[in-house]
Structure formats: C-alpha cells, structure tokens
C-alpha cells in the first residue's frame, strides 16, 4: 500500500499503527477462539494486544513498514497469551531437597484412599454436619473424634485449620487475661512467624516465662504460679536442640504440680506422631498418646506434619476442656473445610495397622524408603542426566542424607542416595550451577534440590512412582 504522507521515519511509523487491523476485523476471524474461549474474553484480549501493538509501532524507530502484523498473527499471539493466562500456578513439581515434609513445597502427600475421599467430598452431599442416626445437625468435630480418642487415649478432640491456630484456639480459651506458665529454653519460633510469645499475646494471655534457657527445674514452675495461673505449658522445640549443660522437666512432673495446685497442662508437640517411629529405624519422638498418659490435659499437633495427612490442626484432651475450646467463638473462625476432614479420616485409620503404614501411608513411606532402592535408581537416572547436560557437567551418585522437615526430628539424618552434578572445571562455565539449578527449576514440572558442597544434588527419597515423568522432560533441560 501507498501513502500519500511523504517518506519520513515519523510517518512510516504512524502508516504502520494505521495499517494495524481494527478489533472488528480480528474478531470476524476468531471464531474458533470466541468457541473455546467466549467472545468477551477475546474481545478484551484482541484489543489490548492491538492497543499495544499500536503503542509499539508509534514508538519504536527502527520498525518497517512491513512489520505490521497481519490478523492470522495476531490470533497467533492471543492464542499464546490466553494459554500462558491459563496454566497454573500451582504446579507440580519433584521435590529432590532430600527435606520430606517441606513446608515451602506442601508438606506431607496425601495416600491414594485420602484423595478418593477428597473427590468424594467435592462432587457429592456428605453428613459434614448431619448426624445420620438422627437426621439432626451434627458437629463436623463427630467425623473424625472418635478415631483420635482411639489412637491417643483422649477424651475429646477437635479440628482446627493448623496448629497455629489449635494453640492460638487453646490459648484463648484456657488463658485469656490470665498467665500462663512456658520454660524459657521452649519459647520456640517456627519458620514463617509462628512466634509461642505472639501467639500467646494474640491470644489476650500473658506469658511468664520460668527458668533459663538451658535449664528448667520444677522448682521454677512450681515459683512461678501465681494466683491467675491459667496453664501450664510445654512446648516441643521442634526445630532446634538444646544440648550440653541442660535440664528440662519431664511432663509428668508438671502435671502432677498441675494437678496438686488444679492448673491444667497444655502440650504443643508440634509435628506430634501417633506412633513410635523407632520400629521404622527412626528417632523417638513422643507420641501424644504418651502425653496424654503423662497427665496432659491439652495436647496439639499438626496435620501434615509426620502425621502425613492434610493441613490440620488437632487438639485432644479433657472431654470438658475440648467442649470449652468447641464453644468458643474463634472455634468457628478457625474451623476446617470438608476437604480436610475428608482427607483426614482416612489417614487416620491408616494408623490402626502401624505396621502397614510404611506401605500405606506416603510419608512414611519416603521416609522410610531403603537406601538401596534410591542407589539403583541412581544408576538407571545418572547416564540420562549426563547425556542431557552433555560435558559440561559431571554426573554421578552420592550418598546424602535426608530430613524429615517440619521441624520434627531437627538432627536426625536419614541416609540417602542421589545424583550430584558438578560443573565440569574445563568449560570454565561462568556460575555454572546457579544456572543449572535454574534450568531444573524452568522445567515444565520444575525439579528443586539443593547446592552443597560446590555440586547441585538431587535426593532421590522422594522420587517415588513418577521417575518416567522425570525421566521425559530431561529433554528441555536447557542449563
Ligand atoms: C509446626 C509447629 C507449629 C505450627 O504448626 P502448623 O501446622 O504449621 O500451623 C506449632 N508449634 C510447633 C511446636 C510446631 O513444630
């Protein structure tokens, strides 16, 4: 086409916005995408490519005439963002940190029988809160309390969203405008702002610290009740150790003082487990069925923690106790969907055969997935990584340890197997495994390990049942 405008770099770049073609004619054209995607859609995505295309072309300089797009690449490119809109956030990813129950990475994995339940509980009516016996309103707490009561010796129990708000709940309730009585070695912070001395702010409760840091003896509970003692309170240090010169007092010494001067207990185990974990070759943490024998009064634990079901918060206990937390009103505030208590139940009963739950349940499953499975893995995954990073880079197996996460366990290592890539030193490659933990990173199921020890590993432990889905995408692996 000709212009009648003379020939100045000013005017071809007003022809070419000119030539753009108007919203009318693209949408005359886009009928497939308005069937896909309904025209309102596309009609605002049409026009705001095209004012942008014609921003661009009044102001970039070195644009041509012929530049100008036509309409097939202009459906072209609406296709292109349309699609990138719609994929996910939320992605599924490989997580190779060798850390199981990674909070930045959704903790625990949901067992096949949980996830049937959870489907279930969204696409059909259910009794959440309808007592089938009578045909009159239930309490969601019904579903699953009986089962806690078994598998921990509790009274009663209830559900709240997660264990920040099963201790901001219990706190409330027990200790509001009253004091409450913590070892200064258990003033614990969790990652992401879980503070004990916020939330006990929050919760209207004041604390009083007792004892030191390393050492607490009975004595200093027993001095510091007061006469508007609410509690007394234990909590497990999660994700640090105390060691060396150190004193803690058994929680069954600080019940009975509890009970001697009629202040009830309260325990935050935190990732609490319902088993002994020792008959899986793992460390000991207590169980809350052994708090609860202790003369707890309370005790909380997390859901997705090494329990290995959804995000949950759980508080058993004293049967009127846990009907003070229920009639509270934050109760109601903080209370879980269906979905949660759906994907409970059925982990929950998983536990009346703990010596299934290596099979069963998925968590305990990785953590407890042998050594030598992880190390043969390696052997079929070590060529096919090499290959598609080419020279590069080095691959080979490596023994590495793993973490449970979540703040239980903090020091003890599970042994582990895995593949560690080096930069090849000869290619002189500049930030040679930054850009390789990126490129794992940019794939369409993003993989995440860690940098140690100048080598990116990634720890096979939680590898398990998707290694062909890893295997196919090594082909965009683009360091
Ligand atoms: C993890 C943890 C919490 C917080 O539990 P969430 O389920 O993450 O809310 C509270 N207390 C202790 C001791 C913990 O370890």
Redesign the pocket.
């Given at each position: 086409m000709t212009s009648a405008l003379p020939d100045t770099p000013a005017n071809t770049l007003h022809r070419r916005a000119v030539y753009l073609p108007s919203v009318d004619k693209v949408l005359q054209e886009a009928g497939a995408l308005i069937e896909r995607h309904g025209r309102s859609r596309i009609l605002r995505a049409v026009q705001s490519l095209l004012s942008e295309l014609r921003t661009a072309a009044l102001t970039h300089n070195e644009a041509k005439d012929e530049d100008a797009p036509c309409i097939n690449d202009i459906l072209k490119q609406v296709e292109v963002r349309l699609a990138r809109q719609d994929s996910s956030k939320l992605k599924k990813m490989f997580n190779l940190t060798g850390t199981v129950l990674h909070t930045n990475l959704g903790r625990a994995l949901l067992p096949d029988v949980a996830v049937q339940a959870v489907v279930d509980a969204m696409t059909s009516a259910s009794n959440l809160e309808f007592d089938l016996e009578t045909g009159k309103r239930g309490d969601r707490d019904d579903l699953v309390e009986e089962l806690l009561c078994e598998l921990t010796g509790a009274e009663a129990a209830t559900i709240v969203n997660?264990?920040?708000?099963a201790?901001l709940l219990l706190l409330n309730t027990m200790a509001m405008g009253k004091e409450v009585i913590v070892s200064r070695g258990e003033l614990?912070e969790?990652g992401g702002a879980?503070r004990i001395p916020d939330i006990m702010q929050r919760a209207g409760a004041t604390l009083r610290e007792t004892g030191s840091t390393n050492r607490t003896h009975l004595a200093d509970y027993r001095n510091a009740i007061q006469a508007d003692t609410a509690l007394l309170m234990k909590?497990?240090c999660?994700?640090y150790v105390i060691t060396g010169f150190t004193k803690s007092v058994e929680l069954d010494e600080i019940t009975a003082l509890g009970r001697e001067r009629n202040i009830p207990t309260a325990v935050?185990?935190?990732?609490g487990t319902l088993i002994d974990l020792e008959q899986f070759g793992m460390v000991r943490e207590p169980t809350v069925r052994e708090a609860i024998e202790a003369g707890a009064d309370l005790v909380t634990f997390?859901g997705?923690?090494l329990l290995g079901g959804p995000?949950a918060?759980i508080i058993v206990g004293r049967a009127d106790l846990i009907t003070q937390i229920k009639r509270n009103p934050l109760k109601r505030a903080l209370r879980v969907g269906k979905i949660t208590l759906a994907a409970l139940e059925p982990v929950l009963a998983l536990y009346r055969s703990p010596e299934l739950l290596t099979q069963r349940l998925t968590t305990m499953r990785l953590l407890t997935r042998p050594r030598t499975e992880m190390q043969q893995q390696a052997e079929t995954l070590i060529p096919l990584v090499q290959q598609a990073l080419g020279d590069a880079y080095q691959v080979q197996g490596a023994e590495m340890s793993s973490q449970v996460g979540?703040?239980a366990l903090p020091v003890d290592q599970l042994p582990s197997f895995g593949i560690k890539i080096n930069a090849n030193p000869a290619h002189k490659l500049s930030n040679a495994l930054g850009r390789l933990e990126k490129a794992f990173r940019q794939l369409p199921r993003p993989v995440v390990g860690r940098i140690a020890n100048e080598a990116f590993c990634l720890d096979l432990r939680c590898l398990d049942g998707d290694q062909q889905e890893f295997i196919d995408q090594l082909a965009f692996l683009k360091p």
């Open positions: 997660n264990n920040a708000a201790v614990v969790i879980f909590v497990h999660s994700n935050d185990l935190g990732s997390s997705d923690k995000q918060g979540s703040g």
